[in-house]
């Protein structure tokens, strides 16, 4: 099984077209099974879409003309891959923006489970953090989830307390979580820590072969100035052990074209 994980920052970035073909050409050339976006945007004032085939809407906004999962399933669609996806609107970015996240699966989607991890709730607090599940019928008896989480020590939303609300929520079966965790692997006594103290694994450690780890650098949106070396804050993480071949770094120039401000991870998993 091929996993991958990406912080798409759709819609924000220079070239995006060009950007946004090569990132069909990765996904074409690669053909993960499971695919967790994070920023996955369209414009408010945007028409709205009618529902293109498997594609479902979850949450409280409706699908706009420039989304970018509804291009993507479609695109793909043409070059013979049949993609479903689930996407979640959450809340306003930027002032223009119905910003969410989403789930592709080349698994017809059974299931969708929406949580929300922040105190807010509210549409126009971009503070506000939900995570998006998904079950195959392929695979019954694995959620797959696309997570978002703030930082550590933000002062009205910090990750920790979302962190301990996840953890509430989260079905008692073989999870995945993979995203924007927004906590360095590198920094000690923080969510990382917290993280795999609760019981996850991190894949990238599980992994037999690992190409890259950087996944953030300083010109990330959120952590200007931060680390010159760069982050990894984008993971792929499970609540067991499991055999891991590959973990590697996508997206990022080496493997794949740069897409976004962040990089994405991809991993291969024996079931």
């Known amino acids: 099984m ?24 990765f996904l074409a050339k690669m053909r993960p099974d ?28 409706p699908l706009k003309a420039d989304n970018l999962c509804c291009h993507l399933i479609r695109e793909l669609r043409t070059r013979g891959m049949h993609y479903h996806c ?7 970015g930027y002032g223009k923006y119905d910003e969410g996240i989403a789930v ?24 506000t953090r939900k995570i998006l599940g998904i079950r195959t019928e392929s695979l019954p008896d694995m959620w797959f989830f696309s997570v978002h989480y703030s930082w550590w020590n933000d002062a009205e939303e910090p990750m920790q307390a979302q ?10 079966c073989r999870l995945w ?38 996944t953030a650098t300083a010109a990330t949106d959120g952590w200007h100035g931060h680390s010159a070396e760069g982050m990894r804050i984008d993971m792929i993480l499970t609540n067991r052990e499991c055999r891991v071949t590959e973990s590697k770094v996508v997206c990022n120039g080496e493997n794949g074209a740069v897409v976004s401000d962040h990089f994405g991870v991809m991993i291969e998993v024996m079931l």
């Open 2 to 25: 091929r996993l991958m994980t990406l912080n798409i920052h759709s819609l924000m970035t220079e070239d995006n077209s060009e950007k946004y073909r090569n990132f069909v050409d």
């Open 34 to 61: 499971v695919v967790a976006l994070q920023e996955v945007s369209q414009t408010i004032g945007a028409s709205p879409m009618p529902h293109p085939e498997g594609l479902t809407e979850c949450g409280r906004i």
């Open 86 to 92: 689930a996407w979640l609107g959450i809340k306003c």
């Open 104 to 127: 592709l699966s080349r698994f017809p989607i059974a299931e969708t489970k929406v949580l929300t991890v922040s105190r807010t709730d509210a549409y126009d607090n971009w503070k």
């Open 163 to 172: 962190w301990e609300r996840t953890l509430a929520q989260l079905p008692d």
């Open 177 to 214: 979580l993979m995203g924007d965790f927004n906590n360095p692997a590198e920094c000690r006594g923080e969510g990382y820590d917290a993280i795999l103290a609760s019981g996850f694994y991190d894949t990238y450690h599980l992994a037999g072969t690992r190409s890259g780890s950087i």
